[in-house]
C-alpha cells in the first residue's frame, strides 16, 4: 500500500499509528467545544460504562482557535462509539438539530443516565430529550420503543406515539401499558 503524505494538513488533523487508523472507523461524529472538550468527554466516560478518554492532542501551532498549545482534539470512546472533540474557542453552539441516542436496556438505566447527565447544570427537553452543562443534546430511549413504534398495527403504534409525545423523561411502564391498550 503507497502512503500518500499531504504538505499541508487541516487543524483538526491527527497522525495516529498505522494500526490505530486501520481499527478505527471511517465515520465518527465531531463535537466542537469553546474550551471544554476534554472535561467533558470526561465526563461522559464517567457516566457510560466501557468509555473512556483515548488520546488528548494539543496542536503545536497557530490556529483561528488559538495560539500554540489552546487547541485540543479529543478522542474518545462512549458504549463502544468512537467520537472526537476539539476545544477551539466558541464556534457554534450545539442545537436540537443533532443528538446523541442512547438505547437504554431498562428504566433502572435509563434513569441513570438520566441523572448523570443532568448533574451539573444540564436541562431536560421533552420527548426523552436532555441537554447536558456542555449544551449537546441527548435522547435517551427504552430499547423496546422501537419494537413499539414499528408494530404493524398503526392504531398501536400510535397509542404509544401519543404517550410518548406527553413524557419529558421516557418511561417504559407507561409506554408499554400504552402499547397493550
Given at each position: 500500500?503507497?502512503?500518500?503524505?499531504f504538505?499541508c494538513?487541516p487543524t483538526w488533523y491527527?497522525?495516529?499509528s498505522e494500526?490505530v487508523?486501520m481499527?478505527?472507523?471511517?465515520?465518527l461524529?465531531f463535537l466542537?467545544?469553546a474550551?471544554?472538550?476534554e472535561?467533558?468527554?470526561a465526563f461522559?466516560a464517567?457516566?457510560?460504562?466501557?468509555?473512556?478518554?483515548?488520546?488528548?492532542?494539543?496542536?503545536?501551532?497557530d490556529?483561528?482557535?488559538g495560539?500554540?498549545?489552546?487547541v485540543?482534539?479529543?478522542d474518545?470512546?462512549l458504549?463502544g462509539?468512537?467520537?472526537?472533540?476539539?476545544?477551539?474557542?466558541r464556534?457554534?453552539e450545539?442545537?436540537?438539530a443533532?443528538?446523541?441516542?442512547?438505547?437504554?436496556?431498562?428504566q433502572?438505566?435509563?434513569?441513570?443516565?438520566?441523572?448523570?447527565l443532568?448533574?451539573?447544570?444540564?436541562?431536560?427537553?421533552?420527548?426523552g430529550?436532555?441537554?447536558?452543562?456542555?449544551?449537546?443534546?441527548w435522547?435517551?430511549v427504552p430499547?423496546?420503543?422501537?419494537?413499539m413504534?414499528?408494530d404493524?398495527d398503526?392504531?398501536?403504534a400510535?397509542?404509544?406515539?401519543?404517550?410518548?409525545l406527553?413524557?419529558v423523561?421516557?418511561?417504559?411502564?407507561?409506554?408499554?401499558?400504552a402499547?397493550?391498550?
Open positions: 500500500m503507497r502512503r500518500v503524505e504538505r494538513r491527527n497522525p495516529v494500526d487508523r481499527a478505527s472507523p471511517k465515520l461524529p466542537w467545544y474550551s471544554e472538550a472535561e467533558a468527554a461522559y464517567a457516566i457510560f460504562s466501557g468509555s473512556r478518554v483515548d488520546r488528548v492532542t494539543v496542536l503545536q501551532s490556529t483561528p482557535g495560539p500554540p498549545g489552546a485540543k482534539i479529543v474518545f470512546t458504549l462509539q468512537p467520537l472526537r472533540a476539539m476545544s477551539a474557542a464556534h457554534h450545539f442545537n436540537d443533532i443528538s446523541l441516542v442512547v438505547l437504554c436496556d431498562d433502572a438505566e435509563l434513569d441513570r443516565y438520566w441523572d448523570a443532568l448533574a451539573g447544570g444540564g436541562r431536560p427537553q421533552a420527548c430529550w436532555l441537554v447536558d452543562r456542555f449544551g449537546v443534546r435522547q435517551l430499547a423496546a420503543l422501537d419494537t413504534l414499528r404493524a398503526p392504531a398501536r400510535k397509542l404509544v406515539t401519543d404517550a410518548m406527553q413524557m423523561k421516557l418511561d417504559l411502564a407507561a409506554l408499554e401499558r402499547y397493550r391498550g
